[in-house]
């Protein structure tokens, strides 16, 4: 697909448009593309849904910055509402369908075996910063463990809402 037939698409004001960005020879692509295309089915009278070949669509992927597939973008008046990367499972899909219907936004979920692992990696770091007393490792546990709590921070949600209605 070319850059200016993609523009075309997403600037249609009818419905609100999920993008799944997918490679044939991808892995997890193979895994959710057909949850992606059955929840375009049940959500077709509320949402679009549009699957581009990356292979096909450098220039696309180029213009959006998609460096990783499968990426699920989602689009509302031709800006981008919503996006992310990697395999997801079906109950996030589907809350990402229902959310675009309605004009809102989602953000990927931490699960918490992701959380426990993020948060150990941030004490064992922290440990090792102080028996090393260096400054670098305590500052990489506090980034590590800001990873594995960001998505609960009411101060950092705050913060990335104004960002977002800012640019």
Do not use: H
Request: hydrophobic share 45%; net charge positive.
């Amino acid at each position: 697909m070319k850059l200016n037939e993609f523009k075309e698409i997403i600037d249609q004001p009818r419905k609100p448009l999920i993008v799944d960005f997918w490679a044939s020879w991808c892995v997890p692509c193979k895994v959710t593309k057909p949850i992606l295309e059955s929840l375009a089915e049940t959500y077709s009278d509320q949402v679009k849904f549009l699957a581009v070949d990356a292979d096909d669509s450098p220039e696309v992927l180029q213009e959006y910055g998609v460096k990783g597939i499968p990426t699920v973008m989602a689009f509302n008046n031709g800006e981008v509402v919503t996006r992310v990367t990697g395999a997801q499972n079906k109950a996030f899909y589907d809350e990402m369908f229902q959310l675009t219907a309605k004009g809102e936004t989602i953000s990927p979920k931490v699960s918490s075996s992701d959380r426990l692992v993020r948060l150990t990696a941030a004490l064992l770091f922290g440990i090792l910063g102080i028996a090393l007393r260096s400054w670098i490792p305590l500052v990489l546990g506090g980034l590590i463990g800001f990873w594995g709590l960001y998505d609960r921070c009411p101060v950092w949600a705050a913060i990335t809402r104004r960002l977002r209605k800012n640019s």
